[in-house]
């Protein structure tokens, strides 16, 4: 069970002052990668840097409100809720209620398809985090554990569990730690392009 902790992050201000970037996973490797997971706090309103050939998906999680210009249509987003868009496109920022921090997915097109979703917990219903995702914690109070069933199907003993910390990440597995607890989770899916 791999748990990323938050407070393990390494930040990476901007080259345009605007804020700074906690890369939580990337893939095959941090400098060539095909996918990426990251956290960003932004501090002032401002261009986004293009990225072609990437699709990209961001949340808000910590803050009210970013709008934003996407090819010279304005997207008014608010917290929680995921937002697909091309790195492609030219895309700038404004933050009409203050600062925030955003999660964010990129993809390499062609090589991988992200998804994001953000999932309520429950302390009676466990939410599996599977091989290919990553599992964020936004809000509230949780526990993640290993999985509670072998192969077979059959109990396995109470397993031991981790407190997890507002945005700790869990790494799925073929194994599917379990998260419980409440609050919000953002559940971050990378699947091969075939």
Known sequence: MEIIRYASLKSTPWANG??????????????NWDWRVSLAEVAKAGPFSPMPGVDRIITIVDGELIALTV???EQALE?????????DSETSAALPTGTLKD???MTRRGAFKGYAAIIELSKKRPHPVFADQFAVLLQGS??????????AGASSPAPVAEALGKFDTVVGSDAAPEISGRGF????SIDPVL
């Open 18 to 31: 605007g804020g700074v970037t906690r890369q939580i996973a990337a893939g095959p490797d941090t400098k």
């Open 71 to 73: 090819d010279g249509a």
């Open 79 to 87: 917290k929680f809720r995921p937002f697909r868009f091309s790195g």
């Open 103 to 105: 999660l964010n997915l």
């Open 142 to 151: 949780a526990t993640v554990s290993p999985a509670t069933t072998d192969d």
């Open 185 to 188: 989770l953002a559940v971050l």
